[in-house]
């Protein structure tokens, strides 16, 4: 099992910039893969990022392509999600989350976090 903490959330301007956090506890985190997801009021979570547990494969929705860059540091069992030329239809809560095998499926991961909130002022 693996409980999973995020952090980095909070207010930016369009075209700025954050990284997102998410630490996780337990001896087991390299070998999870990892993934983001975000969700606003009233629309179902989605699908932002994943990484595999070595780090080499990576995913992203076509919506954060090129502005956002998932990473990780096994050495210190946390994820990471470094935003750039946010957007206001970034704003969001962000989830970290686990699991067996690397997905853009919602129903894949097994460990959620509890959201850090990213809201983009335009």
């Known amino acids: 099992q693996v409980q999973l903490v995020e952090s980095g959330g909070g207010l930016v301007q369009a075209g700025g910039s954050l990284r997102l956090s998410c630490a996780a506890s337990g001896r087991t985190f390299s070998t999870y893969d990892m993934g983001w997801f975000r969700q606003t009021p009233g629309k179902e979570r989605e699908f932002v990022a994943a990484?595999?547990?070595?780090?080499?494969?990576?995913y992203y929705a076509d919506s954060v392509k090129g502005r956002f860059t998932i990473s990780r540091d096994n050495a210190k069992n946390t994820e990471y999600l470094q935003m750039n030329s946010l957007k206001p239809e970034d704003t969001a809560v962000y989830y970290c989350?686990?699991?067996?095998?690397?997905?853009?499926?919602?129903?894949?991961?097994?460990?959620w976090g509890r959201g850090t909130q990213v809201t983009v002022s335009s």
């Open positions: 990484i595999s547990w070595s780090g080499i494969t990576t």
């Open positions: 989350a686990a699991a067996r095998g690397l997905s853009r499926s919602r129903s894949a991961y097994a460990y």
